[in-house]
């Protein structure tokens, strides 16, 4: 969070001559907002938050204002946050009182996880000093106390009384097996093998990448460098420790050291700016662009604001007005995520998410998926009616590098390895599903296909890039088995029961909340909707690409990099 973007709002608001925003360690875990008002008028903080909330995401909004007479400065004319008073919640109003039991219950829970001495039912979880982080907290202590929800239902779901009338509606929820009804454009029709004879690839020229400092933009960057068509402009937002060139050339010493020469690092230039901005068209107007890369994301599956919508669906249609501007081709970066979940069995095991498809009545409750299927939907329904020259590339699982192991500079993010984490902290995996499939996409040979791809002929649109060599999860535990963690194989129901007294651990039931997050509730059977790449398989072959096995060596180096860092905690 931008302090000073909340203080500038706070400054525009009648009567404020001064403010100060500060983050605060919360007693529930993670931070919370305060902010300190200098007036000489007494200020109504609910209009003030109001006047923040209008204008600024909700995650913005200090959970606590103080009135102050004047802002602490040190002798460098800095604010000086030592001196700044303790906040207090004082300026909370009374709200109202819970109607029912579950209401009662669950405003008990949320005083507890926050140490709070009341909450009312109208009361907002996040308004109120909680956090993703202590949201997790929260779960776990419903759980505990019989009360069925998972993660995403706390951001859905934010107060007391909200979450009680969803549990109440959800107790008589029937999900039936849908009829698939496929709701696609034509454009996605040639996506099948019958047409791969027709492709090809041209040079992509001088490209725009977006999110070039992430693990997937910034092999990007190196890939297209490389192959030496063109030159790269990169739009990166920087921040008060770095500029965004020097974001840049961070990221570039620390993935690939010295091994970009100079000539290289001439054809790249950056620009200040972020695929969200409003004029992004008129920044970009008399840049030479002849491909779009989009590798900027939200990748965090659950938000109490709209930060996740902003950037994965908003700022997509900001680069379709770019490429249309610029007659530009736009490779945007998906998920095989999009392809939703099955409710019950309301989708057949049977049907996967092909090249041709889209839309087909999964479910996308989720955030994360949601806002990229939009993203998706954006493109497709512009290069029907805008004659956009668009594609779409659904990554994988991205892991580290097959050439030597390197992993993403934030591993703590990956959802795959946070879920291994998750295992070896249980000490436990069940042997029921110990032939899932665990697809491994080394991201320097991601970065190869999406480049390759970029460079196809308009009418191929769509791409589910993974790799298609999986391992079972018995050969992941197996690794980890012989690195010395030690993870038992049960039963289904000795594991539940493991997982249930880990929950009582507070310190534990944080670190396993990446299980927490997707599971059932209320009985629920959720199924994650699997894929298929045969077509873009076929179509990487053509173009003289192809996927490498992942064998247990490149699993050793990725578990044996991660540790590194003690990532996985101590051996047993």
Not at 151 to 180: M, W
Not at 217 to 224: Q, W
Not at 356 to 378: A, I, P, R, T
Request: with cysteine.
């Amino acid at each position: 969070v931008e302090l000073t973007e909340i203080e500038k709002v706070i400054r525009e608001y009648e009567g404020i001559k001064d403010a100060t925003v500060a983050a605060f360690d919360s007693p529930a875990g993670g931070k919370f907002l305060a902010a300190y008002v200098v007036s000489d008028s007494e200020i109504d903080v609910e209009d003030l938050h109001a006047f923040i909330g209008a204008r600024k995401p909700p995650y913005m909004v200090p959970s606590v204002t103080m009135q102050i007479p004047r802002i602490p400065l040190n002798v460098n004319s800095k604010v000086d946050r030592r001196k700044l008073p303790v906040p207090t919640p004082s300026g909370r109003n009374a709200g109202l009182m819970p109607s029912n039991e579950m209401e009662k219950k669950l405003c008990d829970i949320f005083a507890d996880v926050l140490g709070l001495e009341e909450v009312f039912a109208d009361d907002s979880f996040f308004a109120i000093g909680g956090t993703s982080i202590s949201a997790s907290k929260l779960v776990v202590s419903c759980m505990n106390n019989g009360i069925p929800l998972v993660y995403k239902n706390v951001f859905d779901n934010p107060t007391p009384k909200a979450l009680a009338e969803f549990l109440k509606g959800y107790s008589n929820k029937q999900v039936e097996r849908k009829e698939i009804v496929r709701k696609d454009s034509g454009v996605l029709a040639y996506n099948v093998p019958e047409n791969l004879d027709e492709i090809s690839r041209k040079p992509i020229g001088d490209v725009l990448l977006a999110g070039a400092t992430g693990f997937l933009g910034i092999h990007v960057l190196k890939e297209v460098i490389d192959l030496g068509e063109g030159s790269v402009t990169c739009l990166i937002r920087g921040n008060k420790k770095q500029s965004a060139e020097d974001r840049l050339k961070t990221m570039l010493m620390y993935y690939f050291g010295g091994s970009i020469d100079e000539s290289a690092i001439g054809r790249i230039k950056v620009i200040e700016a972020d695929i969200t901005d409003h004029d992004l068209v008129d920044v970009l107007s008399k840049e030479h662009i002849d491909t779009i890369i989009n590798c900027a994301a939200i990748v965090k599956h659950f938000a109490f604001d709209d930060t996740i919508e902003n950037v994965n669906h908003y700022g997509v249609k900001n680069l379709i007005e770019v490429a249309l501007d610029h007659d530009a081709v736009l490779m945007h970066t998906s998920t095989l995520s999009v392809a939703g979940e099955s409710v019950n069995d309301s989708i057949p095991e049977n049907v996967l998410l092909r090249e041709d498809m889209l839309d087909f009545g999964q479910d996308l409750e989720n955030k994360y998926v949601h806002s990229k299927f939009m993203g998706e939907k954006e493109i497709i329904d512009s290069i029907e009616k805008d004659g956009l020259k668009g594609k779409i590339f659904r990554a994988g699982n991205l892991m580290s590098r097959e050439s030597d192991g390197e992993f993403q500079i934030n591993f703590a993010t990956n959802s795959f390895m946070r879920s291994i984490r998750s295992y070896v902290l249980l000490g436990c995996y069940p042997v029921e599903d110990l032939d899932a499939e665990a697809e491994f996409s080394p991201i320097d040979m991601t970065a190869k296909a999406l480049v390759t791809l970029a460079g196809t002929p308009e009418k191929f649109t769509v791409f589910n890039g993974n790799n298609p060599h999986c391992v079972h999860m018995y050969n992941v535990i197996d690794v980890l088995r012989k690195n010395g963690f030690e993870i038992r194989i049960v039963g289904r129901d000795e594991f539940n029961k493991v997982f249930a007294e880990k929950l009582k651990d507070e310190k534990v039931a944080e670190e396993i909340s990446g299980l927490i997050s997707y599971m059932g509730n209320n009985g629920e059977t959720r199924r994650q909707i699997g894929s298929d790449n045969r077509y873009t398989v076929k179509a990487l072959y053509r173009l003289g690409f192809s996927w490498p096995i992942i064998d247990i060596d490149y699993i050793d180096r990725a578990i044996r990099s991660l540790e590194t860092f003690r990532f996985f905690g101590n051996r047993k």
